[in-house]
Every structure is written in structure tokens, then in C-alpha cells.
């Protein structure tokens, strides 16, 4: 009677993360420019860090700036969620 209710378990919580799942794809995928925006932030950020010397502080500031968009749009994100 054990076995069955361990296989009852793991197979609710399977159902229940693949419906998870579903449900937050679902949501990114309604709002592609905002997908779309956070892929380029995150690569302009990549391209920021690989670049060299910090060119009289503008790299660091033009990093800050990329790291507060992130932000907003992780935020408006999961406002329209």
C-alpha cells in the first residue's frame, strides 16, 4: 500500500509541475516584445562585461543602466502576469 501512494505522490507532483509549466509559458509567450527586450538587455549587459577598461566610468554607468532595465522589465513582466 506504500509503494502506491509513493507512485501517487510523484506522479501528482509531476502533473502538477508539467501544468505549472504550461501555464508560465503561456504567459511569456503572450508578451514577445517584452521577451524580446529582456534577450537584448541581457546580451548588450554580456557585451558590457566583456568589455575592456571601464572608459572613464561610462561602462560601468551604461551597466547600471542595463541591470535597472532588466529590472523593469522582469517587473512589467510579472505585472501583466
Not at 501512494?5 to 504567459?27: E, K, N, P, S
Not at 503572450?30 to 541581457?42: G, I, W
Amino acid at each position: 500500500m506504500n509503494n502506491y501512494l509513493t507512485r501517487g505522490l510523484v506522479v501528482g507532483g509531476l502533473a502538477m509541475t508539467l501544468t505549472a509549466g504550461i501555464f508560465i509559458g503561456q504567459a511569456t509567450a503572450r508578451q514577445p516584445h517584452m521577451m524580446a527586450a529582456l534577450d537584448s538587455l541581457q546580451t548588450a549587459k554580456s557585451e558590457l562585461q566583456a568589455a575592456e577598461s571601464n572608459k572613464g566610468g561610462h561602462r560601468a554607468k551604461a551597466l547600471d543602466y542595463v541591470n535597472d532595465a532588466i529590472d523593469e522589465v522582469h517587473a512589467g513582466i510579472d505585472y501583466a502576469e
